[in-house]
């Protein structure tokens, strides 16, 4: 079974550009999130899609981020423009969503982004 | 509010000796747990979570995690290590009765096994 895949791996910009990056579930998982992880931290939940529904979007700075899961699959979180503390690695999990809290959420391997 | 705390920012352990990597939690109600490892430059790996039922869960690779509710602790465990353990480690909490699935991590435990 393919895991959840994530590109790109790495991107580096200067502050005030724009990013996107893409996240493809697990075949058949519901529910989708990103994660923040910034050096020396655990992961911080920006933003839960459950198909193509926003469930918790409350840590997301939506002031410059964003994200879509237009069609309940793939999804793409963007940020405009980018700050220095941005600099972190995206990772995007999925999880069957059974609509119960017992669900594991599986991790992609990350996109490493660096803002200069 | 949920949280977990992860008390050792590392643990070193020799090769063949047991390890063990602490973790404890609060949040209102009976907390569901996990255990996750990550290797450099990789995403998050599942190694086991409780749920109900037994305090003594087993996971992936030889791992195991005791719940304990009256120290509100969730230890993971492993009776020989191996140099390949080495890893960051996290351990996770979710609050049932909250209406999303959010899972709040600690800051993570590295491990090192020396050969």
């Known amino acids: 079974e393919a895991g959840v895949a994530q590109s790109p791996r790495y991107k580096i910009i200067e502050k005030r550009q724009s990013v996107a990056f893409w996240c493809n579930p697990i075949s058949g998982h519901a529910t989708l999130y990103w994660y923040q992880q910034i050096l020396g931290q655990g992961p911080k939940l920006l933003i839960q899609?459950?198909?193509?529904?926003?469930?918790?979007d409350s840590q997301l700075p939506k002031d410059r981020f964003s994200a879509e899961r237009l069609k309940g699959v793939d999804s793409t979180l963007k940020i405009q423009p980018a700050k220095l503390e941005d600099s972190a690695v995206y990772l995007c999990a999925s999880s069957l969503g059974t609509g119960t809290s017992t669900d594991t959420q599986y991790f992609g391997p990350g996109t490493r982004l660096t803002v200069l | 509010a949920q949280s977990v705390a992860q008390p050792e920012d590392q643990v070193n352990v020799a090769e063949g000796n047991p390890l063990t990597v602490k973790c404890t939690y609060s949040v209102s109600g009976n907390p569901y747990l996990f255990w996750y490892v990550q290797y450099p430059n990789r995403g998050l790996q599942f190694l086991l979570k409780y749920i109900t039922g037994d305090n003594l869960v087993k996971g992936s690779y030889g791992f195991e995690a005791e719940f304990n509710k009256s120290q509100t602790s969730f230890h993971l465990k492993k009776p020989s290590a191996l140099v390949s353990d080495s890893a960051l480690y996290f351990c996770?909490?979710?609050?049932?009765?909250?209406?999303?699935?959010?899972?709040?991590f600690g800051k993570g435990t590295m491990l090192l096994v020396s050969p």
């Open positions: 996770a909490v979710r609050d049932p009765h909250s209406g999303y699935s959010t899972l709040t």
């Open positions: 899609f459950q198909n193509n529904g926003v469930v918790d």
